[in-house]
């Protein structure tokens, strides 16, 4: 499963009472952790809804649509025009309010953390203390995450010389920075959590060593370093790792060999019978000219799950652009 119940949870709270998780998006959770959460009362299941939004065309003009059964099938239906009755199953129907404070004490008791959560501020919750003893806060509410006062409000509630955040998914650069630069290590909620189950990961919730980026390119001086070591190379394939670098800080990491072609030269035909691979081979030769093992060089630079694609294998942590 792509997602955690915790994770989906988290997303959908803000931590106000209104907060709800529609049947629709409960289905794939359905099973014995779901039922866990039920019985902790972090979900609590309302009524079946018996009104439906309005159409997504209708212009609000036909209002909320009542729910009704015909012929067996649950149909919200659309007065003003009936072919844009909308079919639902009848897990659609089911919603479960989502209690927050249900919600963090089961996150704090997962992670081992002690004493029990106090509410900070609305949305704002300590969950407890690490074993070192530093304060442990979430912030579900992304508006709290964005209160400029969010600061003086952690260090008059929150009294442990060392804090740790979790912010809500939605937080800016610009809130992560503005805790930072005053000491407190801040990591997405998320990021946080542990793959499955309501555990955050106690590594992650104390700053680690500075990550050294993997690969350092100065786009002015036309100059990469890979794992510390200066490459000297070529136009072709500087331009070939520039371009793989900024697609590698993308959703989607790799390139097809004509998107190459193209940037490498500017859609004009290919000279001679020079191809991608040629630069590839050269950058790859570049680096190992450089001292980096040649098993390295080929890896980070691979066309192996699709041949006509290349990417680079790095994280867009290990990237550092400059220039
Ligand atoms: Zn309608």
Redesign the pocket.
């Known amino acids: 499963m792509a997602e955690s119940l915790a994770r989906l949870l988290l997303r959908r709270s803000d931590g106000r009472p209104g907060a709800v998780l529609w049947g629709r998006d409960a289905v794939p959770h359905f099973g014995r952790t779901f039922d866990r959460v039920l019985a902790r009362r972090i979900l609590v299941e309302r009524p079946p809804a018996e009104s439906w939004p309005?159409?997504a065309?209708?212009d609000g003009?036909?209002?909320d649509?009542p729910i009704v059964e015909i012929g067996g099938n649950l149909v919200a239906?659309?007065?003003?025009?009936h072919a844009?009755d909308t079919f639902l199953l009848p897990d659609d129907i089911r919603s479960f309010r989502i209690d927050a404070a249900a919600l963090i004490t089961t996150i704090a008791e997962a992670s081992g953390l002690a004493d029990e959560p106090v509410a900070v501020a609305d949305g704002v919750w300590e969950l407890g203390r690490s074993a070192a003893g530093r304060a442990v806060v979430m912030v579900l509410d992304p508006a709290q995450a964005a209160n400029s006062r969010l600061l003086s409000l952690l260090h008059a509630h929150v009294p442990a010389t060392d804090k740790t955040v979790l912010f809500p998914e939605s937080a800016a650069a610009a809130d992560y920075r503005r805790l930072r630069d005053a000491g407190i290590h801040v990591v997405a909620a998320s990021t946080a959590l542990a793959a499955e189950g309501f555990a955050l990961v106690a590594a992650l919730l104390v700053p680690g060593p500075a990550v050294q980026p993997r690969l350092v390119i100065d786009r002015a001086a036309q100059a990469a370093t890979i794992d510390g070591k200066a490459c000297a190379l070529a136009d072709q394939p500087f331009r070939l790792l520039l371009l793989l670098a900024e697609q590698a800080r993308t959703a989607r990491s790799d390139m097809q060999v004509r998107e190459i072609e193209g940037a490498i030269w500017n859609g004009r035909a290919m000279p001679g019978s020079r191809q991608i691979r040629d630069i590839v081979r050269e950058l790859r030769d570049a680096m190992v000219d450089a001292g980096i093992d040649r098993a390295i060089a080929s890896g980070l630079v691979e066309n192996r799950r699709h041949p006509s694609r290349y990417r680079l294998t790095l994280d867009a942590k290990d990237i550092d652009l400059r220039g």
């Not at 239906?77 to 025009?81: K, Q, Y």
């Open positions: 309005v159409c065309d209708c003009r036909c209002r649509r239906e659309c007065p003003e025009d844009r």
